[in-house]
């Protein structure tokens, strides 16, 4: 069989495969658009890939000329696939304002979610031309359900859209702005009431939001946002869920009396039942991390203290996850034993192994500040501590009396 040759001018310059959707960035040169897209946005680089000239702006302008040859190339060899044009910001617009109508909004929807899943490219222009204010506007709307009833197959929809959309920071920062306390209100009702689909979306979509929003925001958010947010957490409907959950409270406990009301609405208990059967790195490093900043609080430590197995999993995950979960993990220790040490609290330190631990972490290469407050935890306690016969003798030297 003939082989037949693609035309150079066809090809990518980044990728050596065929252009599907050719754009012009500001150097002059045409790339195919999910290539390029892929070496500005994902790659995060900022130059030319063939010139390496420095870009003046990110404006990709399409090649109308060379994609009429290649639709004509495709369909005279019958060879691949002939390209789709990408989507407009009008067509867009239009399938917008028939989305306002009640008849028409379900299969506008379904429209746009599948424009927004053939790439990044309709993506973006879906969120220029203001889908993603559009999408919230269907979830803020309390009207479609009741308070006894989960999210109405619209909302679910919209939801479902919105995610997919990853939104640009600018975006995010846009969809913060236009009445951020009614759309948190709205994702808590997701969490709350939602299919576990919608859940996941909700607080997953919550995640991208704080990373983007300033402390305004978070410094607002009322006990039912805390309270649905660890219920994900303990319900464990996905991976992904699960890490967008603790990232979502590690971005607001810092702040106000946000790691009270985390406190309040159980994330301790969960998350110490959470660290007993996990293993992954990361999850672990988010759960000791979030830990730490709840323990902050006297109710935070109280929480931890009432757990059965709060002390001695903490101690365990020392020296056993990574490096910044050994320092967290010491810190939540010295904070019990700064302001919480009753004598029941030290010598349950003490029959839980958690002295040993620390005479281990002094002799071990875990970093100068995990070492010093190891360090401390033993000199607050070194009368209670000192002749215990849990202390290896070949500790004995480095106690701190």
Same mark, same amino acid.
């Given at each position: 069989?003939?082989?037949?040759? %693609?035309?150079?001018?066809?090809?990518?310059?980044?990728?050596?495969?065929?252009?599907?959707?050719?754009?012009? #960035?500001?150097?002059?040169?045409?790339?195919?658009?999910?290539?390029?897209?892929?070496?500005?946005?994902?790659?995060?680089?900022?130059?030319?890939?063939? $010139?390496?000239?420095?870009?003046?702006?990110?404006?990709?302008?399409?090649?109308?000329?060379?994609?009429? =040859?290649?639709?004509?190339?495709? $369909?005279?060899?019958?060879?691949?696939?002939?390209?789709?044009?990408?989507?407009?910001?009008?067509?867009?617009?239009?399938?917008?304002?028939?989305?306002?109508?009640?008849?028409?909004?379900?299969?506008?929807?379904? $429209?746009?979610?599948?424009?927004?899943?053939?790439?990044?490219?309709?993506?973006?222009?879906?969120?220029?031309?203001?889908?993603?204010?559009?999408?919230?506007?269907?979830?803020?709307?309390?009207?479609?359900?009741?308070?006894?009833?989960? =999210?109405?197959?619209?909302?679910?929809?919209?939801?479902?859209?919105?995610?997919?959309?990853?939104?640009?920071? !600018?975006?995010?920062?846009?969809?913060?702005?236009?009445?951020?306390?009614?759309?948190?209100?709205?994702?808590?009702?997701?969490?709350?009431?939602?299919?576990?689909?919608?859940?996941?979306?909700?607080?997953?979509?919550? *995640?991208?939001?704080?990373?983007?929003?300033?402390?305004?925001? #978070?410094?607002?958010?009322?006990?039912?946002?805390?309270? +649905?947010?660890?219920?994900?957490?303990?319900?464990?409907?996905?991976? /992904?869920? $699960?890490?967008?959950?603790?990232?979502?409270?590690? !971005?607001?406990?810092?702040?106000?009396?946000?790691?009270?009301?985390?406190?309040?609405?159980?994330?301790?208990?969960?998350?110490?039942?959470?660290?007993?059967?996990?293993?992954?790195?990361?999850?672990?490093?988010?759960?000791?991390?979030?830990?730490? +900043?709840?323990? +902050?609080?006297?109710?935070?430590?109280?929480?931890?203290?009432?757990?059965?197995?709060?002390?001695?999993?903490?101690?365990?995950?020392?020296?056993? %996850?990574? /490096? %910044?979960?050994?320092?967290?993990?010491?810190?939540?220790? !010295?904070?019990?034993?700064?302001?919480?040490?009753?004598?029941?609290?030290?010598?349950?330190?003490?029959?839980?192994?958690?002295?040993? /631990?620390?005479?281990? %972490?002094?002799?071990?290469?875990?970093?100068? *500040?995990?070492?010093?407050?190891?360090?401390?935890?033993?000199?607050? !306690?070194?009368?209670?501590?000192?002749?215990?016969?849990?202390?290896?003798?070949?500790?004995?030297?480095?106690?701190?009396?």
């Amino acid at each position: 069989m003939e082989e037949i040759q %693609v035309p150079p001018y066809f090809i990518c310059p980044i990728s050596l495969e065929m252009m599907k959707d050719p754009v012009t #960035i500001s150097t002059g040169i045409t790339y195919d658009r999910e290539n390029i897209e892929k070496w500005i946005f994902s790659n995060k680089n900022n130059t030319c890939p063939a $010139t390496k000239q420095s870009l003046t702006g990110i404006e990709m302008t399409p090649n109308v000329t060379l994609r009429r =040859l290649i639709q004509s190339w495709c $369909t005279l060899n019958a060879r691949f696939p002939t390209p789709r044009p990408p989507v407009s910001k009008l067509q867009i617009i239009k399938l917008l304002k028939e989305a306002k109508s009640s008849k028409m909004q379900m299969k506008s929807l379904n $429209t746009l979610k599948s424009i927004a899943s053939e790439n990044d490219a309709n993506k973006r222009c879906m969120e220029s031309a203001g889908a993603a204010e559009f999408l919230a506007s269907i979830i803020n709307n309390t009207n479609e359900v009741s308070d006894e009833e989960g =999210l109405s197959s619209t909302q679910d929809e919209a939801l479902s859209i919105l995610y997919q959309l990853k939104l640009s920071e !600018h975006g995010l920062r846009s969809l913060i702005t236009s009445g951020s306390s009614e759309f948190i209100a709205s994702l808590t009702r997701a969490m709350q009431r939602g299919s576990y689909e919608s859940r996941a979306y909700a607080v997953m979509l919550m *995640k991208d939001m704080f990373e983007a929003s300033t402390p305004t925001l #978070i410094f607002s958010l009322k006990q039912e946002f805390f309270i +649905q947010v660890v219920q994900v957490l303990r319900d464990e409907i996905s991976q /992904k869920a $699960t890490k967008a959950s603790l990232q979502v409270l590690v !971005h607001t406990c810092p702040f106000g009396r946000n790691k009270v009301k985390a406190a309040e609405a159980g994330a301790v208990r969960v998350l110490v039942d959470l660290l007993l059967d996990s293993s992954e790195k990361r999850a672990c490093e988010l759960m000791l991390i979030l830990l730490d +900043q709840i323990c +902050q609080s006297a109710e935070g430590r109280a929480e931890l203290l009432k757990h059965a197995g709060g002390l001695a999993i903490v101690s365990k995950k020392i020296l056993r %996850v990574s /490096k %910044v979960g050994s320092e967290r993990a010491i810190k939540i220790l !010295h904070s019990i034993s700064k302001f919480s040490a009753t004598p029941s609290v030290v010598q349950e330190m003490l029959s839980l192994g958690v002295v040993a /631990k620390l005479c281990l %972490v002094l002799q071990v290469d875990c970093g100068s *500040k995990a070492k010093d407050r190891a360090r401390e935890i033993l000199k607050f !306690h070194a009368k209670a501590w000192r002749s215990s016969p849990c202390i290896p003798m070949n500790l004995l030297s480095s106690y701190p009396f």
